[in-house]
Nanobody, 124 residues
Framework: QVQLVESGGGSVQAGGSLRLSCEASRYTKGGYCMAWFRQPPGKEREGVASILTGRGATYYADSVKGRFTISQDNAKTTVYLQMNSLKPEDTAMYYC?????????????????WGQGTQVTVSS
């Protein structure tokens, strides 16, 4: 089991920055996949960025590549999503998620542990 607690988010103008945090209840030496997803109003949820904890391998969706950065803390139990150059189309509910596997993190499939979500609103 993995419990995820998110923080961060809020409202910002276009071009601004926000940082989301996700603290996980579990550390595994071999690492496991953690990711950020988002669900814009009226749209399906999509994977944004993933990381293999402990090893740091990352993957980004094309829509955020070069603007968002996923990272982890030294204890490897907290994952961050630094969001720069935000656009109105980044407005969504953002969710932290995890799955206890150490491969194919960037496929965004079968994540089965979820945080409560945090709202990000970008105004033009």
């Amino acid at each position: 089991q993995v419990q995820l607690v998110e923080s961060g988010g809020g409202s910002v103008q276009a071009g601004g920055s926000l940082r989301l945090s996700c603290e996980a209840s579990r550390y595994t030496k071999g690492g496991y996949c953690m990711a950020w997803f988002r669900q814009p109003p009226g749209k399906e949820r999509e994977g944004v960025a993933s990381i293999l904890t402990g090893r740091g391998a990352t993957y980004y969706a094309d829509s955020v590549k070069g603007r968002f950065t996923i990272s982890q803390d030294n204890a490897k139990t907290t994952v961050y999503l630094q969001m720069n150059s935000l656009k109105p189309e980044d407005t969504a509910m953002y969710y932290c998620a995890a799955v206890l596997r150490a491969y194919n993190c960037g496929s965004f499939w079968n994540y089965n542990f979820w945080g409560q979500g945090t709202q990000v609103t970008v105004s033009s």
